[in-house]
């Protein structure tokens, strides 16, 4: 079997010692306030260990050396320690180590939304497959991309740091249904409002054109 990771060193990294999932788990506990919400990995800058053999698929799913993990709170445990640095990676960080995972997609899936107001007070209320709750407004925005070889659409909201959640595709249908006409730098758009901003799907010439 491959390693589950490369080090620079033979002792360096108490992750190289976590032989598994439940060891990996007891070790980002004393250093994530497991429980507590994400912890402030932004604040941290530890060195850099090598790379683990942690995947998330995109549909959400967490493999550990190439098993899935099947505990809800172990998965959220780490998903509270993630954080993607400007190389566009994304790693599992604690104050003294950090160490590379693979993300097929985005490290969450966005599996629930519920809308309250209406018009320019509405808000967008994101539930994550982790935990997390998220408002879109200025802070958390949505964007959407075009999904390559279908065209259709992926769309995504900023949930901490530069990790984003994927949103499911049947919160995407009603993230369309809550859509609108909107006037954006001179040019007819369709999107979503939440927290005072707001989001563009695409032109409006365009989502006639898929109506006809």
């Known amino acids: 079997m491959a390693p589950a990771h490369r080090h620079t060193s033979a002792d360096e990294g108490t992750f190289a010692k ?3 999932a439940g060891a990996l788990s007891a070790l980002i506990a004393r250093a994530a306030r497991a429980g507590k919400g994400a912890a402030p990995v932004e604040r941290w800058n530890p060195a850099f260990c090598g790379d683990l053999d942690m995947e998330i698929k995109a549909d959400g799913t967490w493999f550990y050396l190439g098993t899935p993990i099947g505990r809800m709170p172990l998965v959220q445990l780490f998903s509270s320690v993630l954080r993607k640095d400007e190389d566009g990676r994304t790693y599992l960080v ?6 590379g995972i693979r993300v097929e997609d985005a490290p969450f899936l966005a599996v629930e939304v519920v809308a309250t107001g209406k018009g320019e007070n509405q808000i967008l209320t994101f539930r994550t497959n982790v935990g997390d709750v998220v408002e879109a407004g200025p802070d958390h925005p949505i964007r959407f991309v075009d999904e390559e070889g279908t065209g259709g659409m992926k769309p995504y909201i900023l949930v901490r740091g530069r990790l984003e959640a994927l949103v499911a595709r049947p919160v995407m249908y009603e ?4 859509g609108e006409e909107v ?3 001179g040019r007819a758009m369709f999107a979503v409002r939440s927290g005072g901003a707001v989001f563009p799907i695409m032109p409006a010439e365009k989502l006639k054109a898929l109506s006809e």
Do not use: H, M
């Open 18 to 20: 976590a032989a598994d």
């Open 175 to 178: 993230l369309v249904e809550l």
């Open 94 to 99: 604690t104050p003294v180590e950090k160490v």
């Open 183 to 185: 006037e954006i730098d």
